[in-house]
């Protein structure tokens, strides 16, 4: 007990120096905004809020629908990332299109911890992070139960995760959308709640392209695509 008495003593010490000469001492700064600055989800809708939707409003005004049940479909062969939303008759309408900044890897579904890629298929956010290192993010529901099932069947283990969409220029795995962006997408979902976002990425545009051929592509991953397709196949047409 005395130790953890003496621990608390010296970071009380540390902070309350870090205070006193924030204005003199550069590391004093750093501490002080880290141990008293950490932003919360309401902070960051407080910080840029208004502004992010300033951007998109005339969009969803177009589009003639509000920003209440969202789908956010990610392209990754052609980096980019469209918003739709629900209009009066309960159908969709594309909003707008953002341009993916960077996405690693290539066609094909995420199997395994270090792989670089970016999943494929239907998720949701599993939460947001207002401290993220890349400014803002959401946090992506990978792996789904499905992809632990399958992985299971097929003796995959470390199926990774981690799956961001978040700002900044730099990715692996993820999708970096730039922070202006990412601020957008971030106050769209908080504002709706995220159980009323639906994620779906793609391989690519299947009403534009299609997939090249693969006789190695597992029976699940065909069905998938099938799916993906299907599923594209019934939006709206987008403007990009």
């Known amino acids: 007990m005395n130790r953890f008495v ?86 969709w309408k594309w909003v707008k299109s953002y341009p993916i900044v960077r996405a690693s890897g290539e066609i094909g579904p995420k199997l395994r911890e270090g792989d670089g890629q970016v999943p494929e298929g239907v998720y949701e956010i599993e939460s947001f992070n207002p401290n993220s290192a890349f400014h803002v993010s959401l946090r992506v529901s990978y792996p789904s139960r499905e992809d632990r099932e399958i992985a299971a069947r097929e003796n995959r283990e470390n199926l990774g995760g981690d799956i961001m969409i978040h700002g900044g220029a730099a990715s692996i795995g993820c999708l970096a959308m730039g922070d202006e962006v990412a601020e957008e997408l971030f106050v769209l979902a908080a504002d709706a709640g995220r159980e009323n976002v639906k994620l779906v990425f793609c391989p690519l545009d299947f009403r534009r392209a299609t997939l090249p051929e693969n006789p190695n592509r597992a029976p699940w991953l065909t069905q998938r695509y099938a799916k993906l397709r299907e599923f594209v196949a019934a939006l709206p047409a987008s403007n990009t």
């Open 6 to 91: 003496w621990i608390l003593a010296g970071v009380a010490a540390l902070v309350a120096g870090a205070v006193h000469f924030r204005h003199s001492l550069p590391f004093g700064d750093v501490l002080t905004q880290r141990i008293t600055q950490k932003h919360t989800v309401s902070r960051r809708l407080e910080q840029f809020g208004d502004a992010a939707r300033a951007r998109y409003a005339a969009d969803f005004q177009k589009a003639n629908c509000e920003a209440k049940s969202l789908l956010f479909v990610a392209f990754k062969a052609e980096k980019r990332l469209e918003i739709y939303a629900r209009d009066a008759q309960n159908r």
